[in-house]
């Protein structure tokens, strides 16, 4: 079992970066792919990034690729989301997910076993 911790959420400007992260506790987090959503007022929640286990391959949303880039650290045990280009329509919770697989659906949420409490991102025009 893992537990996950996001950090890095707040408030920023239109075109403004913020660096998400995912700390992960156990021992065996190299194990786990790892992936982003976000879920906004009244909106279902929504796939945005995903890694697998080994770093190689990453998945994105249409709507942040080239603006986003998923990373891990399998020494710290982290993952990031840094966040470059934010839009007002990027504002939402977003949350970290993990499942213990070699081989998953990165954009389906019910792929992912565990989950993070959720860090506020907003972004002000």
Same mark, same amino acid.
């Given at each position: 079992q893992v537990q996950l911790v996001e950090s890095g959420g707040g408030l920023v400007q239109t075109g403004g970066s913020l660096r998400l992260s995912c700390t992960a506790s156990g *021992?065996?987090?190299?194990?786990? %792919?790892?992936?982003?959503? *976000?879920? %906004?007022?009244?909106?279902? *929640?929504?796939?945005?990034? %995903? ?26 045990? =982290? ?11 990027? =504002? ?5 997910? %993990? ?19 959720? =860090? ?6």
């Amino acid at each position: 079992q893992v537990q996950l911790v996001e950090s890095g959420g707040g408030l920023v400007q239109t075109g403004g970066s913020l660096r998400l992260s995912c700390t992960a506790s156990g *021992r065996t987090f190299s194990n786990y %792919a790892m992936g982003w959503f *976000r879920q %906004a007022p009244g909106k279902q *929640r929504e796939f945005v990034a %995903a890694i697998s286990a080994t770093g190689v391959p990453t998945f994105y949303a249409d709507s942040v690729k080239g603006r986003f880039t998923i990373s891990r650290d399998n020494a710290k045990n =982290t993952v990031a989301l840094q966040m470059n280009s934010l839009k007002v329509e990027d =504002t939402a919770v977003y949350y970290c997910a %993990a499942v213990m697989r070699y081989a998953w659906e990165p954009l389906v949420d019910g792929a992912y076993d565990y989950w993070g409490q959720g =860090t506020q991102v907003t972004v002000s025009s």
